[in-house]
Nanobody, 118 residues
Framework: VQLVESGGGLVQAGGSLRLSCASS????????MGWFRQAPGNERELVAL???????YYADSVKGRFTISRDNDKKTLYLQMNSLKPEDTAMYYC?????????????WGQGTQVTASS
């Protein structure tokens, strides 16, 4: 399975971006999908997760601002990011088969850079 992210970029604080993750396979129905991020000097962290049954998880730092969703027909996972803050600046990775400890996944995209300037 290949995952390809897009949609990152440079935005002013308070702005919005929507990340997309296109999958080469139909894995959403059997795998927990998630978005991770990693900023320089920081550990990788799970930002949002979407379970096959539709349950979601959000890191406290993004609750109320980020929304994870999927389009099964397009085999695409999304992350809508609103009210972006400079501390959201990081490389964002799409992951499939997110592990139960929320620390890893079975499939990874190449990452897309998000920069929110103050």
């Amino acid at each position: 399975v290949q995952l390809v992210e897009s949609g990152g970029g440079l935005v002013q604080a308070g702005g919005s971006l929507r990340l997309s993750c296109a999958s080469s396979g139909s894995i959403f129905s059997i795998n927990a999908m998630g978005w991770f991020r990693q900023a320089p000097g920081n550990e990788r962290e799970l930002v949002a997760l979407l379970a096959p049954d539709g349950d979601t998880y959000y890191a406290d730092s993004v609750k109320g601002r980020f929304t994870i969703s999927r389009d099964n027909d397009k085999k695409t996972l999304y992350l809508q990011m609103n009210s972006l803050k400079p501390e959201d600046t990081a490389m964002y990775y799409c992951a499939g088969g997110v592990h139960r400890d929320y620390k890893g996944g079975d499939f990874w995209g190449q990452g897309t850079q998000v920069t929110a300037s103050s």
